[in-house]
């Protein structure tokens, strides 16, 4: 069945270091594809999305882009903060339908 | 202020004693959605509704009923309550997602932590 695949955590950054955070899905047709990040004692909000194939999704300095080939969903940064710190959901909606499948989240601490 | 609000936020009960934890939205969005959090499991769907009077099962829905009577409103009913339901619950809603092509992004309540005991 359909599934997401994201790196284990928790990642631990010095702030101003580069993020990368690896995202895998398993999935029939073509599905959309989200980054969701949760704040600690928060609901989650949407951070970027891409609908189609080759699709880059950005905002607040980050940036995924959507890779039909390699079926991934990579979610990098350039330059972290300490207010970065959070834990980072990668998601998908099922092609034709409404169901989403979230991946089971990656921890990002960043140091000061 | 454009949101999604459940009651009660935290909630610990007793094994078997019915319970409902309500989901409102102001946004008029016809999308809703239900999801368990658990440590290591991330997020998965409990139900979903596309508009009034029509729901449909996520991937963990055993143990779980919902009904979406208004628009605005998505109550969780856990008619007898199991510790295995022990969990974060989160309530989502989203707009029009008319023959699929349109994608939203969905707007997440606080969370409900919920205990069984």
């Known amino acids: 069945g359909d599934s997401v695949t994201q790196m284990e955590g928790p990642v631990t950054l010095s702030e101003e270091a580069f993020l990368t955070i690896n995202c895998t899905y398993t999935?029939?047709?073509?599905?959309?594809l989200f980054w969701y990040v949760q704040y600690p004692g928060e609901g989650l909000q949407l951070l970027l999305k891409a609908t189609k194939a080759d699709d880059k999704g950005s905002n607040k300095g980050f940036e995924a882009t959507y890779r039909k080939e390699t079926t991934s969903f990579h979610l990098e940064k350039g330059s972290v903060q300490v207010s970065d710190s959070a834990v980072y959901f990668c998601?998908?909606?099922?092609?034709?339908?409404?169901?989403?499948?979230f991946g089971t989240g990656t921890r990002l601490k960043v140091l000061a | 202020e454009a949101q999604v609000t459940q009651n009660p936020r935290y909630l610990i009960t007793v094994t078997g004693k019915k319970l409902t934890v309500t989901c409102s939205q102001n946004?008029?969005?016809?999308?809703m959605s239900w999801y368990r959090q658990d440590p290591g499991l991330g997020l998965r769907q409990i139900y979903y509704?596309?508009?009034?009077?029509?729901?449909d099962k996520g991937d963990v829905p055993e143990g779980y009923k919902v009904s979406r009577k208004e628009k605005r409103n998505f109550p969780l009913i856990l008619e007898s309550p199991s510790p295995n339901q022990t969990s974060l619950y989160f309530c989502?809603?989203?707009?029009?997602?008319?023959?699929?092509?349109?994608?939203?992004?969905?707007?997440f309540g606080p969370g409900t932590r919920l205990t069984v005991l």
């Open positions: 989502a809603s989203s707009s029009g997602l008319a023959g699929g092509l349109i994608v939203h992004e969905q707007f």
């Open positions: 998601a998908l909606k099922i092609s034709g339908t409404y169901k989403y499948i």
């Open positions: 509704s596309m508009n009034v009077e029509v729901t």
């Open positions: 946004m008029n969005h016809e999308y």
């Open positions: 999935a029939t047709g073509y599905p959309s």
